[in-house]
């Protein structure tokens, strides 16, 4: 799309999730007017940040909303040409929550459809939408086709995992019902800059079953900088449509494990270093040739 930065307002909600503030900040660098729809039980350390960054930035504009209330979904859009959207849970996941993530993803989605201002919904899900079933120690790719198992997710307890399927298939077929563009971007496990104080359920959640997801090729990080940035590259590029897998790495052996469980301590125990001794490599079997793609144009440091 050709994008006046001057004139050019999207929304972010919820921006005060961890990837919701980072996706609002880089579109303000950018020169966006930004709409930041924020719920009441929002992360407080990044809500907190925003209204200080509201009082000094003038293309920035705040929004109180409630998924579950349509209405208040429909005043943030107001002049809105997208909409970022950003739910995760600050309280962790249950049965309960992934009910109420199916209902706010359902109701952003027929807001979007409402607002004839909008062109394009960017929809931010997960790898975890995609990476379990019964079969997941097969040798079998895992790309933007592959869907988790909703019987599986339920019989694991793997709650952010099925609230992230049921949520993304519930806004696809909607938005396909109501003949609205989107666009989601399935992401790893989110690292950045205060991660483990600012988003602690959602990485706790999304790491259950870890063990499994590393054994079986699957478990695999991005930065949030780079993914902010991919969520705007798929709203600015015309061609841009379905899925998109997003991450910087696959975990196949014991001393990215171990690299790994150091960057997100103290919010996971690390192993003793004898035990990261193996050698073992796991074969990587998540594909994102689609995502290739896509950051072409984007600066070679975020890649």
Same mark, same amino acid.
């Given at each position: 799309m050709a994008h006046?930065?001057?004139?050019?307002? $999207?929304?972010?909600?919820?921006?005060?999730?961890?990837? @919701?503030?980072?996706?609002?900040?880089?579109?303000?660098?950018? @020169?966006?007017?930004?709409?930041?729809?924020?719920?009441?039980?929002?992360e407080k350390a990044i809500e907190k940040q925003i209204k200080e960054i509201e009082k000094v930035e003038e293309k920035l504009v705040l929004f109180n909303v409630d998924v579950l209330d349509y209405q208040s979904i429909l005043v943030a859009l107001k002049d809105c040409c997208a909409l970022f959207c950003c739910l995760d849970s600050p309280d962790g996941y249950d049965d309960k929550m992934v009910d109420l993530e199916v209902r706010g993803a359902i109701n952003v989605v027929e807001a979007c459809a409402q607002t004839d201002s909008i062109q394009k919904l960017v929809f931010s899900s997960s790898l975890t939408a995609a990476i379990w079933r019964e079969d997941i120690c097969s040798e079998k790719d895992v790309d933007e086709r592959s869907w988790s198992n909703q019987d599986f997710c339920r019989k694991l307890k793997l709650w952010y995992a099925l609230a992230k399927t049921l949520s993304e298939q519930a806004a696809w077929a909607l938005a396909m019902d109501r003949l609205l563009c989107m666009v989601s971007i399935n992401a790893g496990l989110v690292l950045g800059p205060a991660v483990t104080q600012q988003n602690p359920q959602s990485t706790m959640f999304y790491l259950k079953g870890a063990a499994q997801m590393y054994e079986n090729g699957v478990l695999a990080f991005v930065d949030v900088?780079?993914?902010?940035? $991919?969520? #705007?590259?798929?709203?600015?590029?015309?061609?841009?449509?379905?899925?998109?897998?997003?991450f910087n790495q696959i975990v196949n052996t014991e001393e990215e494990a171990f690299k790994l469980a150091q960057s997100l301590s103290p919010l #996971?125990?690390?192993?003793?270093?004898?035990?990261?001794? @193996?050698?073992?490599?796991?074969?990587?079997?998540?594909?994102?040739?689609k995502l290739s793609k896509l950051v072409e144009a984007l600066p070679v440091s975020l890649i």
């Amino acid at each position: 799309m050709a994008h006046e930065e001057k004139t050019t307002t $999207v929304c972010v909600l919820d921006a005060s999730t961890y990837v @919701g503030f980072w996706i609002l900040k880089r579109l303000l660098n950018k @020169g966006y007017f930004v709409h930041a729809a924020i719920q009441n039980n929002g992360e407080k350390a990044i809500e907190k940040q925003i209204k200080e960054i509201e009082k000094v930035e003038e293309k920035l504009v705040l929004f109180n909303v409630d998924v579950l209330d349509y209405q208040s979904i429909l005043v943030a859009l107001k002049d809105c040409c997208a909409l970022f959207c950003c739910l995760d849970s600050p309280d962790g996941y249950d049965d309960k929550m992934v009910d109420l993530e199916v209902r706010g993803a359902i109701n952003v989605v027929e807001a979007c459809a409402q607002t004839d201002s909008i062109q394009k919904l960017v929809f931010s899900s997960s790898l975890t939408a995609a990476i379990w079933r019964e079969d997941i120690c097969s040798e079998k790719d895992v790309d933007e086709r592959s869907w988790s198992n909703q019987d599986f997710c339920r019989k694991l307890k793997l709650w952010y995992a099925l609230a992230k399927t049921l949520s993304e298939q519930a806004a696809w077929a909607l938005a396909m019902d109501r003949l609205l563009c989107m666009v989601s971007i399935n992401a790893g496990l989110v690292l950045g800059p205060a991660v483990t104080q600012q988003n602690p359920q959602s990485t706790m959640f999304y790491l259950k079953g870890a063990a499994q997801m590393y054994e079986n090729g699957v478990l695999a990080f991005v930065d949030v900088n780079f993914l902010a940035d $991919v969520h #705007i590259r798929a709203f600015e590029d015309r061609s841009t449509s379905g899925r998109y897998f997003c991450f910087n790495q696959i975990v196949n052996t014991e001393e990215e494990a171990f690299k790994l469980a150091q960057s997100l301590s103290p919010l #996971i125990p690390l192993p003793p270093r004898h035990e990261c001794q @193996g050698s073992e490599v796991y074969a990587e079997r998540l594909k994102a040739r689609k995502l290739s793609k896509l950051v072409e144009a984007l600066p070679v440091s975020l890649i």
